[in-house]
């Protein structure tokens, strides 16, 4: 797939008088397909697209979305301490309506500033995002704890919530970490003693884990 390829789909659909819907990963919470009653073509973005294992920046946790839906939508993530996903790009290549492509220069600061949490898709077709990034040469492990809900259990689930106060009326599935795996546990096993947290195998380093982002999953 090639830019000049995005651009005829845009002329040729506005000729022709039909809504374009621009897919980038295919995300949908619930894997719902897309309707309408006015006639539409798909563009799918899918193809335009590369990547490192060398390089990172903060980014979501949920592999089926694509980068183009996580960027237009403002990048939320579980490294948000470290500043949105939008904070990082410095430039994009987008297909306004008229088939030009344009530069942040040549789009303008307004427009660069909507399509960085207004939606891509609104505003034009985003080709490529220039982003600032970080090595991550680092060691990721991940942490999962799971408990069966057996007879009885629902005790053991308020007790899991009322622990902590301050987030007891929002649903938490997933977070990171940063910092030492001796810190982990221990804030762990103070907040959710039950859990019976133990600490990491000897066959890891300590000094491997630090600084790293842990994931800790199903809390519950």
């Known amino acids: 797939m090639q830019e000049s390829h995005v651009q ?26 897309f309707v309408s009653e006015v006639p539409f ?7 335009l697209r590369s990547k490192t294992g060398s390089y990172c920046f903060p980014a979501g946790v949920y592999p089926t ?14 490294l948000i301490k470290y500043g949105l996903a939008v904070d990082n790009i410095f ?6 309506v008229n088939g030009t492509i344009l530069n942040r220069e040549s789009m303008g600061e307004d427009l660069f500033w ?21 090595t991550g040469s680092y060691k990721c492990y991940s942490l999962q704890c799971t408990k069966n809900l057996k007879p009885g ?10 622990s902590c106060p301050e987030v007891a009326r929002r ?13 982990l546990i221990e804030i762990v096993s103070d907040n959710f003693p039950r859990l019976g947290l133990q600490a990491c195998s000897p ?18």
């Open 171 to 183: 649903s938490i599935h997933k977070g990171f970490f940063v910092g030492p795996t001796s810190r």
């Open 91 to 96: 430039d994009a290549r987008l297909v306004d």
């Open 65 to 78: 979305l694509g980068v183009g839906e996580h960027f237009s939508g403002g990048g939320y993530g579980n």
């Open 114 to 134: 909507a399509i960085r949490g207004g939606g891509g898709g609104s505003f034009g077709v985003i080709l490529s995002w220039k982003i600032k990034l970080g």
């Open 8 to 33: 005829a789909t845009v002329i040729c659909a506005k000729s022709q008088g039909l809504q374009i819907r621009i897919g980038s990963g295919g995300h949908d919470y619930e894997g719902l397909s």
């Open 41 to 47: 073509v798909v563009l799918d973005m899918f193809n």
């Open 203 to 220: 066959k890891i380093a300590e000094d491997e884990l630090d600084g790293i982002h842990r994931l800790i999953s199903s809390l519950s």
């Open 153 to 162: 259990r629902n005790r053991y689930c308020l007790s899991m919530a009322t």
